[in-house]
């Protein structure tokens, strides 16, 4: 089976895998809705577009209905997207639309070609702002609220299971991946809006997790974790301020991240991850 082929079964695999654990993510879900709609502030009617929903088990899509006149929710698995509106009421479903499937790293037809080296850098290079541009379209963005849904750690990881990290485009594949990712930001959120980040940055298997209690601010845990390297360093906050910074682009495009809460998402009974959102107020 094609690498990109096996990569969108994987990713529909893993949304199915996770429906049991529904009652598990309350207190994420909890955290980032609430984030998502201060994201909106005083605009009226906001538009929102969701960047790798899935299940929905992140969001309170009612919650959210109330406040946004549409919500667009984006994934490469769309029986997760159908499953998720139709648990909502008739309401809601009038305002959430689906875009799936959509390959939100844009390489996925093509990573088999790349695994084998059959790419220039000039290629590599132009793919973040291609696919960028090619994700605004297909979604008909701009929009006022972005929400990247702890969709990079997921990015990420395919380009490991592909090409392992010792293959040669490795290092700039990852990078590849986090500008195409913010290159999508940018272009999908409209001036004045916000792009909010929300990653997973560390994990119980590499500090323990079990004793943070419910609703605490972990912000402070996660200075702590970065200073020790006990972090996935793709989602380091401050590799990710340097990459806005030196695109031209982005620099453009985004001020300073503004780091908004950091707290422990329960993704199962046993997996646990330390996850953080940032605000990107698109100029």
């Known amino acids: ?34 984030l998502t709609l201060d994201a909106a502030g005083a605009r009226p ?12 088990f992140d969001l309170d899509l009612e919650a959210l209905a109330d406040r946004f006149s549409s919500i667009h929710l984006v994934d490469l698995d769309a029986g997760a997207l159908t ?34 080296l059959q790419v220039t850098p000039e290629e590599l290079m132009a793919h973040p702002a291609r696919t960028a541009e090619q994700l605004r ?27 392992g990290d010792r293959h040669r485009l490795f290092h700039a594949l990852r990078l590849i991946s986090n500008l195409t990712h913010w290159r999508t930001l940018a272009e999908l959120t409209r001036p004045g809006g916000c792009a909010l980040f929300a990653t997973d940055v560390s994990s119980n298997e590499l500090h323990p997790l079990d004793e943070i209690a419910a609703g605490a601010d972990c912000r402070p845990l996660l200075e702590n974790l970065v200073k ?17 910074r030196d695109d031209p682009a982005l620099e453009r495009a985004f001020a300073t ?3 908004r809460d950091a707290w422990v998402w329960c993704n199962g009974p046993q997996t646990k991850f330390l996850v953080y959102a940032s605000a990107l107020a698109r100029r």
């Open 1 to 34: 089976m094609p690498f990109g082929l096996d990569e969108a079964r994987q990713q529909v695999l893993a949304n199915s895998s996770a429906l049991p654990h529904y009652a598990s993510f309350s207190e994420h879900r909890q955290r980032l809705t609430s």
């Open 45 to 56: 009617g906001p538009s929102l577009c969701v960047l790798g929903a899935g299940n929905c």
């Open 83 to 116: 499953r998720a509106r139709e648990q909502t009421s008739a309401a809601t479903r009038a305002r959430v639309q689906l875009h799936a499937p959509l390959d939100l790293t844009g390489f996925l037809d093509r990573i088999d070609r790349w695994a084998g």
């Open 137 to 163: 379209t297909a979604l008909s963005g701009p929009f006022d609220v972005v929400l990247s849904s702890c969709i990079l750690s997921q990015m990420q990881l395919s380009v490991l299971n592909v090409l």
């Open 228 to 244: 020790q390297g006990k972090i996935f360093d793709f989602a380091d906050p401050s590799q990710i301020a340097a990459q806005l």
């Open 257 to 259: 991240p503004d780091l």
